[in-house]
């Protein structure tokens, strides 16, 4: 049976957190209040505990859930590197509600799900969830509710989705706001928008520079008409009509070498 704990009261807080901080160890969901939304959370550490997580939402592998930390050096231990943007971003936006996708660290034994190599991470700016996370370690964190269904802003509306799959319940109250967190990918050369949201576009291009959106993605190439398509016969007495000719192997390979990848937000690896 599910644990609910009311965080305004300092008892319940101080035995709320005790209790979350048991029932991630042995691997149970949370859920716990943040910044945006109500999150579910597990130990990201714990392959099982994640697939439970996946699994209460509805959701399959191929949507892993991004990480939440108590602190900036608990993130960076998490990542390969933060590429040319990542620190400024941090120094500017966390805690808060700033998600950055960057590569894993592939000496880290862990499996959040179809990740490519990648990572989502965040620093909440929310007094509780913070002091949880800094006595958990990182937290494998979605937001608490059902596939397909709203985000969470009370942890009624948590638990009348999620129900006895959690363990622990942290009633914090109402949510920061609706928003969720703004996703950029840091994992090219040019920091990338995955997902708008609680921070606007125009303040993160006001550190980076230069963000790509969905509305730099190349258009489809036009179709080129073949061969056959391009010689028409003649209808003249003196003028026999044309042979047509197929494309040759080389022209067909030349075509295909410039078709440009699309940049697509499937392509990204996460949420």
Not at 39 to 57: E, H, W, Y
Not at 61 to 89: F, I, K, N
Request: charge should be negative.
């Amino acid at each position: 049976m599910s644990r609910r704990y009311d965080c305004s009261q300092p008892m319940e807080r101080t035995r709320g957190i005790a209790e979350a901080f048991s029932a991630v160890r042995r691997g149970e969901l949370i859920v716990m209040p943040t910044d945006t939304v109500y999150g579910v959370g597990v130990d990201a550490f714990m392959p099982p505990a994640v697939t439970a997580l996946l699994d209460a939402k509805g959701r399959g592998r191929e949507m892993p859930p991004p990480v939440l930390v108590g602190s900036v050096r608990a993130a960076t231990a998490l990542v390969e590197d933060l590429g040319t943007y990542g620190q400024d971003l941090i120094d500017e936006f966390w805690p808060g509600a700033l998600t950055l996708v960057c590569r894993a660290n592939p000496s880290l034994m862990w499996d959040l799900g179809e990740t490519k190599g990648t990572v989502a991470i965040r620093m909440p700016m929310h007094e509780l969830a913070v002091e949880l996370l800094k006595e958990t370690g990182p937290l494998a964190v979605s937001s608490a509710n059902l596939s397909g269904r709203p985000a969470a802003r009370t942890v009624d509306e948590a638990e009348k989705m999620l129900g006895d799959s959690v363990a622990v319940y942290l009633d914090g109250g109402q949510s920061g706001h609706a928003d969720p967190s703004t996703i950029i990918d840091l994992t090219g050369p040019v920091p990338r928008l995955l997902r708008a949201g609680a921070v606007p576009e125009d303040k993160i291009r006001a550190v980076v520079g230069v963000l790509l959106t969905e509305e730099d993605e190349p258009d489809e190439p036009a179709e080129v008409p073949s061969a056959a398509e391009e010689t028409k016969p003649s209808l003249t007495k003196d003028e026999p009509p044309k042979a047509s000719h197929e494309p040759s192997e080389t022209s067909q390979e030349a075509s295909e070498a410039t078709t440009k990848p699309s940049l697509r937000k499937d392509d990204s690896g996460t949420e």
